[in-house]
């Protein structure tokens, strides 16, 4: 079964660090970009950080942009994001993601997702 | 940045009605890379379709797309009770990838 399973989220104080991770299961993990979106409470979907299959690219919102670094392991199939100097509206739900492809080699969406892990941040 | 601007906010229809929602963008997006969400309370989002008008592996066909350029619609025909959902658009297109603010079909 493709599953992709979040941790790391917690309260923690404005300023302060957070690394969260994914791990992946039942899939090819190599061989897929993966994203990083979150969604603050009652509020929806924020595209936060997306990384290339290799690592070697990374592409982030402006509002993490120098604050937030998305990085993966391939050999252990876990995908992280270092969170830094955090701020109460970086409180969300932070959901990991697997991008797809279609038949011609063409992005077609994100279709895998966990279930998410809260990120609370307060002075 | 692209701006996608769903409409309605809510729409509420009986089960069995048609849902037609619509997702607009500020600037011209490839219809090769517009995708749609459905998200239940409590639950991630799970694709629907991808590449504007491409159902995702599972859903039923009576999730379709249509659309172009800055104008897309996702049209659900006969509303089954697991329908009511929040869907959201979203762009993956160019960087940076941007969602609509989401439609809520609720129940009438």
């Known amino acids: 079964e493709v599953q992709l399973l979040e941790s790391g989220g917690r309260l923690v104080q404005t300023g302060g660090s957070l690394r969260l991770s994914c791990a992946a299961s039942?899939?090819?993990?190599?061989?897929?970009?993966m994203n990083w979106v979150r969604q603050a409470p009652g509020k929806g979907l924020e595209w936060v950080s997306t990384i290339s299959e290799n690592g070697e690219s990374t592409f982030y919102g402006d509002s993490v942009k120098g604050r937030f670094t998305i990085s993966r392991d391939n050999s252990k199939n876990t995908l992280f994001l270092e969170m830094n100097s955090l701020r109460g509206e970086d409180t969300a739900v932070y959901y990991c993601?697997?991008?797809?492809?279609?038949?011609?080699?063409?992005?077609?969406?994100?279709?895998?997702w966990g279930n998410g892990t809260t990120v609370t941040v307060s002075s | 940045e692209i701006v996608l601007t769903q409409s309605p906010g809510t729409l509420s229809l009986s089960p069995g009605e048609r849902a037609t929602l619509s997702c607009r963008a500020s600037?011209?997006?490839?219809?090769?890379?517009l995708a749609w969400y459905q998200q239940k309370p409590g639950q991630p989002p799970r694709l629907l379709l991808y590449?504007?008008?491409s159902r995702a592996t599972g859903v039923p066909d009576r999730f379709s797309g249509s659309g172009s350029e800055s104008d897309f619609t996702l049209v659900i025909s006969r509303l089954e009770p697991e329908d009511f959902a929040v869907y959201y658009c979203?762009?993956?297109?160019?960087?940076?990838?941007?969602f609509g603010q989401g439609t809520k079909v609720e129940v009438k």
């Open positions: 979203q762009q993956y297109g160019f960087s940076p990838l941007t």
């Open positions: 590449g504007a008008s």
């Open positions: 039942g899939f090819t993990f190599r061989g897929y970009t």
């Open positions: 993601a697997k991008d797809s492809y279609d038949t011609g080699g063409f992005l077609a969406g994100m279709d895998v």
């Open positions: 600037h011209s997006v490839a219809s090769t890379y």
